[in-house]
Each structure stands twice: as C-alpha cells, then as structure tokens.
C-alpha cells in the first residue's frame, strides 16, 4: 500500500534533504507564495522556496540539488508534493546584487543549473510581506521592498506576456489561471499591494472587473478545488478556448495600467 505524505511532512523533508547537501553553506531557506499565503491548491499550486547560501554553490552540490525534487519523488513513492517545488539556491550576494554566480533552478518546466536567477519585485514583496523562514537565520530587514514603479513595471512585463502567450489556451485547467493573473496585476495596480490568486478572484468578482462574468465565476470555481475539475471533460474543453476572453479582460488591465501612468 503506497503511504500518504501530508504537505507539512514534505516540507520538513526537502529543507532537511537541502540542508544536508549544502551543510554549512546554508545561511537561510524561505517559504513563500501560496503556502504562507493560505492559498495553497493541491493539482495547481506551486510550492515556493528560496534557498540562501553563504557562499557560492559548489558544482557538486549543485548536481545534487539540481536532480533533489526527482530524488525525492523515487524515494517516497505516492508523495505528490516534492515535484511541485519551485525556486531557486543561490549565494546571498548574487541574489542582492543580481551578479552571475552557481544557480540551481527548480521551475515548471524542469531543473537546471544557471548562472542568474530572475526574482522580480513581485516576488520580492512576497517574500518580504509574508514569508515563513524555514532553516537558518533570518535576513529579510537586508531586503530592499520594492517601489510601486518597480510593481508596476513588472505588472506591465506579466500584461505582454499575456498579450503574447494567451491568444489561445491549452487543454488544462492552469488555463484558467491567466483571468486570476490579470485580477492580481489589477489590484497591484490599484493599490500598491499584492493578493494571492483566490483572493485575487474574489476581490475582481465584487467588483465586476472582468468582461466575461460567468467565464470568470467559472475560473473561481475551478481555482477554488482544482482536483475535482483537473479531469472534467467539460471544464477542459472549455479551457481550450478562453483565449477570447483572456484578452478582453486585458483590456481591461492596459486601461488600468494607462490611467496609472496619467495619474502620476
């Protein structure tokens, strides 16, 4: 019978599994995003992490780190939770100072080692608002918080990705994800602050901001318990086409960016 892992328990694992490579090298190891932010969703929800070292990772802890979540995945068969760690372990001056250096990436797409590690100030305010420190000293009063410029900004950078890459949607339900991505930028927009997804969802829905109020309320829906739908016949079939709408609502988001830059 395969054990089932709770996502507490696998935390504790990964940080002890880095901590054991890295040793004395480790300075700190955050948690951050959906998990701190009461927003966590099992079958869509990444697990977010930073991982600070003293110095420079070695390459041979780097080989090691780089395949750890794959590791982990064979070691504790049925656990679902390692796979959906995300982040990076990097050296705490090429983090501050954005300086190439030994960088073991962990994203959607897979695991790599890279010399930069892009941490925008989205993330940054994450980190800073409410972040859990897992392992190690806590540095975050060294951390600058982002200005609204710099907010904004990035806001802009995530509004021409969704220009570019969602005219037309796959068959999943992280397509739907592209209308909460929109409500957040709004409300950074609107208020200097950032939101989690469903929150993100909610607040737009009060507030009638999106062009497509059933496609959003649908949108919700799915967030709200994404392992009842991630198999739905219906719900998928629909993602395949919410492209429409994707781009409407970012009018939507283009006209809140412009009436910042006229306010200013």
Known sequence: MVREYDLVESIDIMVKSITDILHDNCLSVYLYGSVCEDDFRLGWSDIDILCLTKDSVCQEDALRLVDLRKSLSNMYPG????????????SLNSFINKMGDTVVYWGSSGSRITIKYDFNSLSMTQLIKSSK??????????FKHPSYDELKNDVINHYETIRKYAKATSRSIHSYGWL???SRCIYTIQTGQIISKTKAGE???????????EVFELAV??????DKYITDKEILDYSEGLGEHIQKYADVLEEVIKQSQNDR
Do not use: T
């Open 79 to 90: 656990n679902q939770y390692f796979k959906l760690f995300e982040g990076g372990i990097l």
């Open 133 to 142: 420190l897992l392992y190690g000293k806590d540095i975050l009063h060294i």
């Open 180 to 182: 909460l991505d929109i």
């Open 203 to 213: 607040w737009a829905l009060e507030n009638s901001l999106c062009p497509d109020k």
């Open 221 to 226: 829906k799915v967030r709200m318990n994404p």
